[in-house]
């Protein structure tokens, strides 16, 4: 079973920055699709950013522009720089995979993270 571990979060006011950082139990981040989800109180977990073994990405409109994935292979993580944060950012942040950027959606692990709880507020 594949565990990720989620880390970075933190309390940061309207228009600073983070970087959160996921890391993989099983060498899987060069072979999957790696994707960035979000759950704020009250919500479903939505996808926010996803990035495939080509380096292709894709991002959640809302955060198009701010946020930026990118992954390391030889250290089989997953990041993700987040900037100009806004309080509708605010969320619990997990990572996870699929076979392929489309499938981001219906992710093929299903153990889940802690997550990485990240506050934006004044």
């Known amino acids: 079973q594949v565990q990720f571990q989620e880390s970075g979060g933190g309390l940061v006011q309207p228009g600073q920055s983070l970087r959160l950082s996921c890391a993989a139990s099983?060498?899987?981040?060069?072979?999957?699709?790696m994707g960035w989800y979000r759950q704020a109180p009250g919500k479903q977990r939505e996808l926010v950013a996803g990035?495939?073994?080509?380096?292709?990405?894709k991002y959640a409109d809302s955060v198009k522009g701010r946020f930026t994935i990118s992954r390391d292979s030889a250290k089989n993580t997953v990041t993700l720089q987040m900037n100009s944060l806004k309080p509708e950012d605010t969320a619990i942040y997990y990572c996870?995979?699929?076979?392929?950027?489309?499938?981001?959606?219906?992710?093929?692990?299903?153990?889940w993270g802690q997550g990485t709880q990240v506050t934006v507020s004044s």
């Open positions: 996870n995979g699929a076979t392929s950027l489309g499938n981001l959606g219906n992710p093929t692990f299903g153990s």
């Open positions: 099983a060498r899987i981040i060069g072979i999957y699709s």
């Open positions: 990035i495939n073994n080509g380096g292709t990405t």
